[in-house]
C-alpha cells in the first residue's frame, strides 16, 4: 500500500427541511447564510440546496432519507456575542438565542423550524 497522504475537506452537515420558505426565512434572513446554489430534479420535486456563511456550509435538503430532523450541528467559532447580537437585532419571532457558559466554552443553541439544532461554540481560556 502506498504511504498517500490523507486528507478531509471541511464537512457539510445535511440538514432536513419540510418547507423551503421557512428554511430561507430561517437560515437566510435570521441567520444571515446566503444560498450558494439549490437543485431539484424537476419542478414540483424537493429542494436541496446549500448556504454558506463565514465559511460554514451547511445543505438543507427536502428529501426523504437524507437526514433525521432533530439532529444537532455542533460549530466552532469565534465572536459569538457579535453573532448573538446581530441575531436578537432582527426580532425574528420565533427565536431570541442566549448565550451560556459551559465549560467548553460559550455555546448558544438555536433550533430551525424543522427540529434541528445548531449548536454554536466560542472556546474560552478557561475551557
Not at 440538514?15 to 437560515?27: G, M, Q, S, T, V
Not at 440546496?49 to 432519507?65: D, K, M
Request: charged fraction near 25%; charge should be negative.
Amino acid at each position: 500500500m502506498a504511504n498517500a497522504a490523507i486528507t478531509f475537506g471541511q464537512p457539510s452537515p445535511i440538514l432536513r427541511i419540510f418547507d423551503d420558505e421557512k428554511a430561507r426565512e430561517f437560515y437566510c434572513h435570521f441567520l444571515g447564510f446566503r444560498l450558494v446554489w439549490e437543485h431539484r430534479f424537476e419542478p414540483g420535486l424537493p429542494l436541496y440546496a446549500e448556504v454558506e456563511r463565514a465559511g460554514l456550509r451547511l445543505h438543507l435538503s427536502g428529501h426523504h432519507g437524507d437526514a433525521c430532523p432533530g439532529s444537532t450541528v455542533f460549530v466552532r467559532m469565534t465572536g459569538i456575542r457579535a453573532f448573538q447580537a446581530e441575531l436578537l437585532a432582527r426580532n425574528y419571532g420565533f427565536a431570541r438565542p442566549g448565550i451560556e457558559a459551559l465549560p467548553w466554552g460559550l455555546v448558544m443553541e438555536i433550533a430551525d423550524p424543522f427540529g434541528n439544532r445548531l449548536r454554536f461554540c466560542e472556546e474560552t481560556p478557561e475551557a
